[in-house]
Nanobody, 127 residues
Framework: QVQLVESGGGLVQAGGSLRLSCAVSVRTFNTYTMGWFRQAPDKEREFVAAFSRSAIMKDYADSVKGRFTISRNNGKNTVYLQMNSLKPEDTAVYYC????????????????????WGQGTQVTVSS
């Protein structure tokens, strides 16, 4: 069973930074495509950032480009989301997700394509 556990959320002032972590309990972490999504109250879950399975390709939502950075440490089975210059509109529950059902070079941006999800971590940005 694949388990994902997010951490690192919290309350921060606008302009501040947070780093989210997602620990993944699998033996073959480097065979998974990984992504971050978020969901604000009364809104649908939306794509934030993702790696291709090869980790060579990355993609970001337009709203976070230049501010957020996704990275992974295969030795620690962990994916990170560094969030800088945070804005109140970044307030949401952030989820990491994983799937093995993607081609090596494809970045998966649709939530329905992911098979495994963490429980989420709350990020609140005050103005």
């Amino acid at each position: 069973q694949v388990q994902l556990v997010e951490s690192g959320g919290g309350l921060v002032q606008a302009g501040g930074s947070l780093r989210l972590s997602c620990a993944v309990s699998v033996r073959t972490f480097n065979t998974y495509t990984m992504g971050w999504f978020r969901q604000a109250p009364d809104k649908e879950r939306e794509f934030v950032a993702a790696f291709s399975r090869s980790a060579i390709m990355k993609d970001y939502a337009d709203s976070v480009k230049g501010r957020f950075t996704i990275s992974r440490n295969n030795g620690k089975n962990t994916v990170y989301l560094q969030m800088n210059s945070l804005k109140p509109e970044d307030t949401a529950v952030y989820y990491c997700a994983a799937t093995r059902n993607a081609l090596q070079s494809i970045v998966v941006v649709t939530p329905n394509a992911y098979d495994y999800w963490g429980q989420g971590t709350q990020v609140t940005v005050s103005s």
